[in-house]
């Protein structure tokens, strides 16, 4: 359990939404904390609704029922709060690296010279430094998230959003961005939640996982994860990991052997 205070505090959030044939309901009695500066995987089936509770956070959905509060403040959502990550990168393809990297801070209307020192220090961490004037076609798919993941940085949320902003790539980014990712969170003091499908992906990430059931989907379980390096290549070598990885797959009903 962290002893960070809670920044987040979900109680009872549901949601349905209306079809053809019915009401269809998504997410029930939904309740769980975010503490500051953790790192929260949320995995369950798929369909069950994780997207639908990041839209409902973030302030792009209204809930049916439960509740929202940040840092005790009751809210509807955490819009300019929040920067939100999606599994597409969504850059603009007439626009250079350095140009979608500074979108965000150009719509809040930052001083250019200011917001173009902060993407550039940015792009040299994530050691993007040279392709400043490139274009999105010309980038790899692991670079493109890199690009992705500073413009959602570089406006300096509370916290992240991350819907599967990996799944794409192949297995040697995935591990390489997870690393910068963590590396980067962790020197800036952010709190993420990062919905994935991956349960090792999870482990390796996470100082907590919550895990949702099918639809309507509610908590679960909620696991604590104790691993001795925050490194995501080091920690998959952890003894404990085979561990937090088969119990994951348990309450998920995944078979292992």
Known sequence: MSDKARQLQITGLAKTFATKTGSVPVVRDLTFDIHEQDFVSIIGPSGCGKTTIFNMIAGLLDAD??????????????RGRIGYMMQKDLLFPWRTVLQNCLLGLEMRNVDRREAREKALDYLETFGLKGFENAYPSTLSGGQRQRVALIRTLVMDPDILLLDEP???????????????????????????ILITHDVDEAVALSKRVVVLSGRPSKVKAIHDIDLASHSPIE???????????????????????
């Not at 029922?65 to 955490?78: Q, S």
């Open 235 to 257: 920690s998959r070598s952890d003894p404990n990991f085979s561990r937090y990885f088969h119990l994951l797959c348990n309450e998920l009903d995944i078979q292992t052997q």
């Open 65 to 78: 029922a439960g509740t929202m509060r940040y840092r005790g403040e009751p809210v509807d959502g955490l």
């Open 166 to 192: 990996f799944s794409a790539l192949d297995y040697q980014t995935r591990l390489h961005l997870e690393g910068v990712l963590v590396d980067a969170v962790e020197t800036a003091g952010k709190t993420v």
